[in-house]
């Protein structure tokens, strides 16, 4: 996970990673670590992002000096349900239904959701 406490992380800093199988085959499987543009949120910011099972989002939010709180407010144009997690940016992270019932704030939903988010 990034040390977003960092202001300016370096390129070339080394990441471990660690995959494994329980399978007795050899498995081959190809790595891309990048950085995320806009993973940084702000109050205010609204963003349109499609998600689904494999492909959760995640996004970062730094309270400013001037906030105790903070509303996350989610829309969805189907009626499909899912879920919205709040959690501290620390890993690991927690993206299934099973999991996020132990850390942080979470809401379940179809169409509409808010979460309050204090300090």
């Known amino acids: 996970c990034p040390d977003l406490e960092r202001e300016n992380v370096r390129s070339g800093e080394t990441v471990y990673v660690d995959v494994s199988t329980a399978g007795n085959a050899t498995l ?24 689904s099972p494999p492909a959760p989002v995640y996004y970062h939010y730094q309270f400013q000096p001037n906030e105790d709180s903070v ?12 879920i919205v997690s709040i959690q501290q940016p620390n ?29």
């Not at 499987?29 to 992002?49: C, D, H, K």
């Not at 509303?71 to 899912?82: G, I, K, N, T, Y």
């Not at 690991?92 to 999991?99: F, H, I, N, T, W």
Request: proline share 3%.
């Open 28 to 51: 081959g499987y190809v790595l891309r670590a990048e950085v995320l543009e806009g993973f940084q949120v702000t109050s205010g910011m609204s963003q349109t992002v499609i998600v």
């Open 71 to 82: 509303r996350v407010l989610v829309e969805s144009p189907d009626s499909q349900c899912a």
């Open 91 to 119: 890993c690991p992270v927690y993206d299934l239904a099973r999991d996020i019932l132990y850390s942080g704030a979470y809401q379940t939903f179809t169409t509409q959701a808010a979460v309050f988010i204090d300090r």
